[in-house]
Nanobody, 118 residues
Framework: VQLQASGGGMVQAGGSLRLSCACSGRISSISVMGWYRQAPGKERELVATITNVDSTNYADSVKGRFTISRENAKNMVYLQMNSLKPEDTAVYYC?????????????WGQGTLVTVSS
């Protein structure tokens, strides 16, 4: 599984961005897709996940502001981010969890930087 994230950039507080993650490879093996982020000096943290039956989960800090979605026909996963805050500044990583031949695998994209100015 290969993941290619895009859509990061610089935006003012209150603005919006949409991140995209293009998936390729053994896509049928993926059970959960997600977005994580890592701010400078902090550990990587979960932002949102979506399962292959479209069940979603969000970090408390982004609930009501961010929306994760997937477009299976295009093998894409998105993160719509609204009402952005300076504390959302981080490198955002696309993640995929897969099971191949009964073994679990965890895949990461290359990360895309989101900078929110006050």
């Amino acid at each position: 599984v290969q993941l290619q994230a895009s859509g990061g950039g610089m935006v003012q507080a209150g603005g919006s961005l949409r991140l995209s993650c293009a998936c390729s490879g053994r896509i049928s093996s993926i059970s959960v897709m997600g977005w994580y982020r890592q701010a400078p000096g902090k550990e990587r943290e979960l932002v949102a996940t979506i399962t292959n039956v479209d069940s979603t989960n969000y970090a408390d800090s982004v609930k009501g502001r961010f929306t994760i979605s997937r477009e299976n026909a295009k093998n894409m996963v998105y993160l719509q981010m609204n009402s952005l805050k300076p504390e959302d500044t981080a490198v955002y990583y696309c993640n995929a969890r897969a099971v191949i031949l009964m073994r679990p695998y965890n895949y990461w994209g290359q990360g895309t930087l989101v900078t929110v100015s006050s």
